[in-house]
């Protein structure tokens, strides 16, 4: 990737990070943001701080690659979240609505149409986001994040279809339990709630989800090495697919 130009948003921690690592190993300038600065960045990646949920960081970051990296060839849509809620469809209020859509969909769509001109001048990009097997399973916990991952899939697919012909290819990743220093935390806080430990508490994880036929969680590193293939040229002939990377989770074929 010697001379590609990448976005990564979201890139400070957990997949993000580990994006932001494999393409630089692979020779990418790359451009990352997040919410506020932290963890170490490798060696010459640009960081600006940015929210996906705000609807004017998304051209302040496009023109922030503009002028560090002289545009964009590639954009990993990676920023995202939520929190969840014991009965999700009764206890989240509209401004969570909101805010779940603004940050799982709407980041995307904002950043995509700031750096698509660029892409559709040069006839060339690739675009990745970053969606979920929520998508495919909606989490009960979690109503507002999984149709936003939904939302965020259908319209990725439809992007997909209507860039091919010039020449920006357009796909998404669906991850399953992935284990990140946020899930860490989170697992760390599940096992002092139940007095358990560590591993218990990610059994519990792993049986909620009807069990994992690879046997374990995925990493970080898992997920960047499928975008690091989708972004480059062995991937040229593929366009608005929906690669799931969850260890076998999903049940649906």
């Known amino acids: 990737m010697a001379g590609r130009r990448a976005v990564v948003t979201g890139g400070t921690r957990g997949i993000g990070a580990a994006i932001v690592a494999r393409l630089v190993a692979e020779g990418a300038s790359v451009l990352t943001t997040a919410r506020a600065p932290g963890g170490r960045l490798p060696e010459g990646v640009r960081f600006v701080t940015a929210d996906a949920a705000v609807a004017d960081d998304a051209a302040r970051v496009a023109r922030a690659a503009e002028t560090e990296l002289g545009g964009v060839d590639i954009l990993i849509n990676n920023a995202g979240g939520t929190v969840t809620r014991p009965d999700s469809v009764l206890d989240t209020d509209d401004e969570e609505w909101r805010h779940n859509l603004e940050t799982n969909l709407m980041g995307a769509v904002r950043l995509d149409r700031a750096v698509l001109p660029g892409m559709i001048a040069r006839g060339a990009g690739v675009i990745v986001h970053v969606s979920s097997t929520a998508a495919h399973e909606p989490m ?114």
């Open 140 to 253: 009960e916990e979690a109503a507002a994040y999984s149709a936003a991952k939904a939302a965020l899939s259908a319209y990725s697919k439809n992007l997909a279809d209507r860039l091919g012909p010039r020449g920006v290819r357009v796909n998404r990743i669906s991850p399953g339990l992935t284990i990140t220093s946020a899930a860490e935390e989170l697992l760390e806080r599940t096992a002092a709630r139940d007095g358990s430990d560590r591993e218990t508490a990610l059994e519990t994880w792993v049986a909620g989800l009807g069990g994992i036929p690879l046997q374990r969680p995925g990493t970080p590193e898992d997920i960047a090495a499928l975008v690091a293939f989708l972004v480059s040229d062995e991937a040229a002939w593929i366009t608005g697919a929906d690669h799931v990377i969850d260890g076998g989770m999903l049940r649906a074929p």
